[in-house]
């Protein structure tokens, strides 16, 4: 039989052991409240709104530089936590710089290494290109948003390893069939030019298929003209 102080040892180190994963763990329930308060269920935001929030803001922030995935987290929670990192950014680089019109306004808000983790930096595009579409998840290209009315609207409601899966469905169903978006019907098809940039990650380049599992209308080709012209325009309440 184990004596009781083994059986008291084990449980405690099972007690830190969890406790120091949960620690470990980003926490998204302040972004939550934050987008719940400032963004409109059509996706716009109400920078000036997140401004008052700025001290909340800016902790979360912190505290999502603070406590990066690790090799214990799912597959969900990391998309979840890239996810969020990415629409805090664009965020945070508008109310940084607000009064601003377009996120293209500012100096070369792609490539600026925004993001600190121990002693790596990352852009907008680091996150996009190296860590979010190495998921091999196409529908990522719908949840995440850079702040102009083009984009993917930015959801109110932060991301978590509960919810990422279902978020990816509706907002890539969403997407397709929003008529600011894309215009599909018998006679027309316009595309987001998001179809046009990333093609390969569609079904492999099959675009057609993609965007036929979640359209209201099927289509059968895609004109050579399809593609519309995207608004960087600030996606402002």
Not at 8 to 15: K, N
Not at 143 to 162: E, V, W
Request: aromatic share 14%; net charge negative; hydrophobic share 40%.
């Amino acid at each position: 039989m184990m004596k009781k102080h083994n059986l008291l040892f084990i449980l405690v180190l099972v007690l830190f052991h969890f406790l120091t994963n949960a620690q470990n763990k980003a926490d998204h329930s302040v972004w939550d409240q934050i987008l719940i308060l400032n963004v409109s269920e059509k996706g716009e935001v109400n920078y000036e709104g997140v401004m008052t929030d700025s001290p909340l803001f800016y902790k979360y922030f912190r505290s999502l530089s603070e406590n990066p995935p690790t090799d214990n987290w799912s597959r969900e929670e990391k998309l979840a936590y890239w996810i969020n990192v990415y629409n805090s950014i664009a965020v945070k680089m508008i109310i940084d710089n607000y009064p601003v019109k377009s996120i293209n306004e500012l100096h070369d808000p792609w490539n600026q290494k925004f993001f600190r983790v121990k002693d790596k930096r990352y852009s907008l595009d680091d996150i996009e290109h190296t860590i979010l579409r190495k998921f091999n998840e196409p529908r990522i290209h719908f949840l995440i948003n850079c702040a102009s009315k083009s984009s993917p609207k930015l959801m109110n409601m932060a991301y978590t390893a509960q919810n990422i899966e279902e978020a990816l469905e509706k907002c890539t169903r969403d997407f397709i069939n929003d008529p600011t978006k894309n215009i599909i019907t018998e006679g027309k098809v316009n595309l987001s030019q998001v179809f046009e940039w990333y093609k390969d990650d569609f079904n492999q380049g099959d675009v057609i298929e993609f965007i036929n599992r979640y359209s209201d209308v099927k289509i059968n080709k895609i004109p050579k003209d399809a593609y519309m012209a995207y608004d960087w325009s600030l996606n402002e309440l």
